[in-house]
């Protein structure tokens, strides 16, 4: 069994990082290693889901008016003990919970960071499994260490991150992120319970043939995406159209493929949602974040995801990310947007 011998695991890699910056104290290092802790215990959940009575709806609503299910609740309240534990978080801001939770004891005020997540995101996939995903988003507070911490903490703008992340419970279980400095993408080997790198400087194609977009919302699309979904589907050989349309209803598991295999995913404005459906917190801030240290684009259709100044902690944006090439022709045709 030489082969393990190579591996290098998620904790071994976030230690060889953290000593490539002489100043750095490690409190980064423990918030992420927390993270990883507590993916491998929301994993096991998710792996047995079809097994065990943690399957189901919860009954209850979520902020948006959602069904919640019982594995969004245990993968929300997992994060939040792993975070309290690090010791490292002052704040955090879930999908599943309308307020920020504060961790108000003396660790928890002198937390460095607040932690915005969709703790299970594609839940409605969660009961025929198929591939769902947890997204993270991390910043530096910007209220003073000892206080308790403010929403302000996170009305921070995308290219704020430190740090932003998912992980993907599909074929394989995988945890992608980056710290602005590349992207890496770490599998889980169930034998030794390690994430261990396996997708090192994840760079994504400049170009692709896959395009992802709910096209039964078409009749709600402006023209400008109906023009470029007609345009996907042309027979063109030169760009190798017709593209291929996947569409999972994951974000995690749609942006990661695309991400790999070089594609474009879209969640737009319709002319009932004028501004979409994912929110920018916790799902297109951190996407967009590993897109372009992967070497794509993400936007709204017209500007970066990561220059909007958030409102409010559970505000959508419509979402555009993928291939550059990709995202250039699709924005020539958002131009014609009414
Ligand atoms: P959720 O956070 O309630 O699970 O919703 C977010 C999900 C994304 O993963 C996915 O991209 C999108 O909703 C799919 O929505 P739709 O079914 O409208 O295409
Ligand atoms: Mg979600």
Do not use: W
Not at 16 to 21: C, H, L, P, V
Not at 206 to 217: F, Q
Not at 255 to 278: A, C, D, V, W
């Amino acid at each position: 069994m030489t082969e393990q011998f190579n591996v290098q695991t998620l904790n071994q890699f976030i230690i060889q990082r953290q000593s490539e910056y002489p100043g750095a104290k490690g409190e980064l290092s423990r918030l992420l290693h927390h993270i990883g802790i507590a993916a491998k215990i929301i994993n096991r959940a998710v792996n047995k889901a079809g097994l065990v009575d943690i399957l189901g709806e919860q009954g209850d609503q979520n902020v948006q008016g959602e069904d919640q299910q019982k594995l969004d609740v245990f993968a929300d309240s997992h994060f939040i003990n792993a975070l309290k534990a690090s010791g490292e978080c002052c704040a955090v801001a879930s999908e599943e919970n309308e307020n920020i939770i504060l961790f108000e004891d003396e660790m928890g005020r002198n937390g460095k960071y607040v932690f915005c997540m969709d703790p299970l995101d594609g839940s409605s996939n969660i009961d025929v499994n198929v591939s769902i995903g947890s997204i993270f988003s991390i910043y530096e507070r910007i209220s003073p260490r000892g206080e308790v911490a403010k929403i302000e903490d996170f009305l921070q703008e995308g290219t704020k991150q430190v740090a932003a992340g998912y992980i993907i419970y599909g074929s394989s279980t995988m945890l992608v992120y980056t710290t602005g400095n590349g992207v890496n993408g770490f599998t889980l080997d169930p034998s030794i319970g390690e994430f261990c790198l396996s997708h090192p400087n994840i760079k994504t194609p400049k170009s692709g043939t896959i395009y992802s977009i709910n096209e039964g919302n078409y009749i709600n699309f402006h023209s400008g995406v109906k023009k470029y979904i007609k345009f996907c589907q042309e027979k063109d050989a030169k760009s190798k159209r017709p593209y291929t349309s996947r569409y999972i209803g994951s974000l995690v598991a749609d942006f990661h493929r695309n991400l790999l295999k070089g594609g474009i995913f879209i969640y737009p404005q319709t002319n009932k949602n004028s501004n979409g459906k994912l929110r920018l917190l916790y799902e297109c801030n951190p996407i967009a974040f590993i897109a372009e240290q992967a070497g794509g684009k993400a936007t709204d259709g017209k500007q970066r995801i990561l220059k909007i100044a958030p409102e409010a902690i559970h505000q959508r944006v419509p979402f555009y990310t993928g291939s550059t090439n990709m995202m250039k022709k699709a924005e020539e045709f958002l131009d014609f947007f009414d």
